[in-house]
């Protein structure tokens, strides 16, 4: 792989991910400036991760828009893969389909896929696929979503309800797609060849349009879907992706929740996170202060200034300072380290505090086979 080469699918993500490339490969749209205006209108509210570019991609959002202006209602899916505890960068789409949850107000699906990660790590049993499930509904469920518009899913446990529909998708997906797809070889386990079409099953739980909110890794699954929902008669789902998160130990690639080092968990201490932060966070600055001081640091390949600039420091004004401070030197990077440990632990307190509670609520949220 040369240095400009980079790879995106569900289970590899490698390399220094250039989007307006991903864009062309995948086939997807950009989020242009007047869908952006178009959402502001409607939800009355500007969010930083799509002015930021975060979400930077879409499949038909249009259309959905357009449903809701003429009052059909869609409702919103995403899930989560429960290979380890939950770190800070899985919550990026959680929060964002909150914001949407609200400003539309309507019904969200969280898919939990513990067969999904028993089947691709080889390490993981299915006890501890599913404790890992338990563990990220809890992180989910802190994040204030409303119980009686919000159901979990968790594909063992729920196996009943997605079987019906996963059979019809499954029909109509033949092995060469999924292999073309995914890179599938002979030597790919069979759970993973009929996977796709457990994680395209929630799309249709409702007779509603879906708008899913994914890292943009995730898109080949729903690309598949995209395909076969009129074979089935069904609307394809919309979906708005977002970028991967940068693992702390610098860009190309996507936070991984099985590098302890590379990855802060929604578990971890104050002191984990000044740990981790001080001694493993890339920096973008120079090598001494006084090299600092001269030639200023490069907050665009800097993983705090991105963490701030990507989920925990929302007002531009003061985003602005920061980057014209380190950029010219006047900032360092253990200070703008110090910024960033600062968010961080905030948000943590108050996270924790609502994961405790929500081991009280998780019975509201769980799906209920009928
Ligand atoms: N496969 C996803 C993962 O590994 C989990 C998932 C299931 C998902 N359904 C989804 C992600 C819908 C985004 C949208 O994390």
Avoid at 247 to 258: C, D, F, R, V
Wanted: aromatic residues 12%.
């Amino acid at each position: 792989m040369s240095a400009d080469d980079f790879i995106v699918t569900p289970w590899h993500v490698e390399g220094d991910i250039d989007y307006d490339k991903l864009i062309k490969q995948f086939g997807t749209e950009k989020i242009s400036s007047e869908l952006l205006e178009r959402i502001k209108g409607i939800t009355g509210q500007d969010h930083f991760m799509l002015r930021r570019g975060i979400f930077f991609s879409h499949r038909e959002l249009n259309i959905i828009l357009d449903e809701y202006e003429k009052g059909n209602k869609f409702f919103l899916y995403t899930g989560r893969g429960p290979s380890g505890h939950t770190h800070i960068g899985h919550l990026v789409p959680w929060m964002f389909a909150k914001w949407l949850q609200e400003k539309f107000d309507v019904n969200m699906y969280f898919q939990l896929t513990d067969d999904e990660k028993f089947y691709s790590k080889p390490n993981l049993t299915l006890e501890d696929t599913k404790k890992f499930a338990y563990e990220n509904a809890l992180d989910f469920i802190a994040l204030g979503f409303n119980p009686e518009k919000t159901k979990i899913i968790i594909n063992t446990r729920n196996i009943q309800t997605l079987y019906p529909i996963a059979a019809q998708v499954a029909k109509k997906i033949n092995f060469s797609n999924t292999k073309a797809t995914f890179g599938f070889t002979n030597e790919t386990n069979l759970g993973m060849i009929f996977y796709t079409s457990l994680q395209s099953a929630p799309c249709f739980i409702e007779d509603k349009p879906v708008l899913i909110p994914l890292g943009v890794d995730q898109d080949p699954h729903f690309r598949l879907t995209r395909d076969i929902a009129p074979k089935i008669g069904k609307q394809k789902p919309a979906l708005i992706h977002n970028i991967m998160i940068p693992s702390l130990e610098g860009p190309g690639g996507k936070m991984s929740a099985s590098d302890e080092k590379s990855t802060i968990y929604t578990t971890d201490s104050p002191a984990e996170v000044k740990k981790k932060i001080n001694k493993h966070a890339f920096s973008g600055g120079q090598l001494d202060i006084e090299q600092h001081r001269k030639l200023g640091g490069n907050p665009d390949i800097d993983v705090s200034y991105q963490y701030l600039r990507i989920f925990f420091e929302p007002n531009d004004d003061k985003l602005k300072t920061i980057y014209e401070d380190y950029k010219s030197g006047k900032l360092l990077s253990g200070e703008l380290k110090a910024i960033l440990i600062e968010k961080i632990n905030a948000f943590l307190a108050i996270h924790q505090e609502n994961r405790e509670k929500a081991k009280n609520q998780i019975d509201q949220f769980l799906f209920e086979n009928k």
